[in-house]
């Protein structure tokens, strides 16, 4: 075990031993290969670096009171990776694939993953990039597929305790019939101005209105949105938000605490009825929020200072099943040994 301030990490890069590899080229995935060096040797004109052809993924491991390593619904991430691979015409890693380079990093690197009681986890960031070179604007015909892993703490410093959000009008994330439902790098550079902005004001998040007609509330930063009334778990339908591995969970969760649940598109002034509101996501877990604010409207939402009552049951849930101290009745979970 690595000597670390486990309790204290944050969420940011740090160095692991080794990372996995696996390459496509002369139209075929090759071996997964085991490097240990940081850097990628790649063409000055490859499609990743020129047209945005990359892909990203985002999956934890947690170890368990038993000594485990318990990797959380990882076929979904796989098959995410495909979709967005679809999405901007990358060569399609196989989902077995995708799972055994998880394995291999993990295996890899079990010194990185933190113990039990810091509540910590390791995040393992799966990569597909072009990188095969081209100028005219088209795909590549070469792929890397990377998996590297480190250990984090939450993504939002305050962890459980509630933050802010901000709406700003003036800032989209996404076109309606873009590629806000993909993971690729592209929609994270679209955020970076308005994220900065929001930081910068005191708030965990930018709250996106639907950039068609901005009615509805649509992506929450990097994190889908949920909100809590009448005993009923509500979350944006949207095409061009990503569909979350962490609120499709917590959708099922809801379900057996006896929560009602809606997906359909939810109204701006809805706000102000939600007794609970929340971001989810996989480095966000359960970002439970105490405030919107309107930046347009200079009018405030407020939800209370501490977690709500169903924010909490679901996060506690979530990590008891994460961290393998509740059964594990849906097949969420994959022990790595
Ligand atoms: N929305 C965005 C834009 C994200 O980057 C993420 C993180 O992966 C999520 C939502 C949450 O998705 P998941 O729960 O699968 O991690
Ligand atoms: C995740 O939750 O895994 C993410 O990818 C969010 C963010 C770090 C981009």
């Known amino acids: 075990m690595e000597n670390l301030d486990w309790k204290n990490l944050g969420f940011g890069y740090r ?21 240990s060096s940081e850097t990628i040797n790649i063409h000055m004109s490859a499609t990743a670096l020129h047209y945005g052809q990359e892909a990203f993924e985002g999956l934890k491991a947690f170890m368990g009171k038993d000594g485990k390593i318990r990797v959380f ?49 390791l995040y393992i960031r799966p990569l597909l990039i072009g ?21 984090v703490g939450p993504y939002f410093p305050e962890g459980f305790k509630p933050t802010d959000l ?18 690729v790098g592209g929609n994270y550079a679209a ?5 900065k902005k929001a930081k910068e004001g005191g708030f965990s998040a930018v709250l996106y209105l639907d950039s068609k007609e901005k009615k509805y509330l649509d992506e929450c930063g990097p994190a ?20 979350s ?6 959708i099922v969760l809801a379900e057996e605490m006896g929560l009602k649940v809606e997906r359909r598109k939810v109204p701006y002034e809805e706000l102000a009825e939600f007794e609970e509101v929340g971001a989810c996501g996989t480095a966000a877990v359960i970002s439970p929020i105490k405030g919107v604010y309107d930046s347009d ?23 008891a099943i994460q961290y393998g101290d509740e059964p594990d009745k849906y097949g969420w979970v994959e022990v790595i040994d």
């Not at 990188?131 to 990377?146: R, W």
């Not at 409207?297 to 990590?319: A, H, I, M, T």
Request: charged share 30%; glycine share 8%.
């Open 191 to 195: 955020s970076m101005v308005e994220g």
């Open 73 to 121: 619904r990882m076929d979904e991430n796989a098959k995410r990776m495909q979709d967005s691979s679809d999405g901007i015409l990358m060569a399609k890693l196989p989902v077995e694939k995708f799972q055994e380079a998880v394995r291999i990093a993990v295996k890899m690197n079990t010194h990185f993953v933190p113990p039990y009681e810091s509540g910590a986890s």
């Open 131 to 151: 990188t095969g070179p081209q100028i005219g604007v088209k795909p590549a015909n070469e792929y890397l597929f990377m998996v590297f892993v480190m250990p």
């Open 297 to 319: 409207k200079d009018k405030w939402f407020k939800y209370g200072d501490e977690p709500g009552v169903w924010s909490e049951k679901l996060y506690n849930k979530l990590r």
């Open 245 to 250: 591995i962490t609120n499709k969970s917590l």
């Open 15 to 35: 160095k692991s031993d080794y990372n996995v590899r696996c390459y496509y080229r002369d139209g075929k995935w090759g071996e997964l290969e085991i490097s």
């Open 224 to 243: 889908n949105f949920f909100g809590i009334k009448n005993k009923t778990y509500i979350t944006p339908l949207s095409d061009s938000i990503l569909p």
């Open 166 to 183: 901000i709406i700003m009008r003036e800032y989209d994330r996404a076109a309606p019939q873009g590629t806000g439902k993909y993971k």
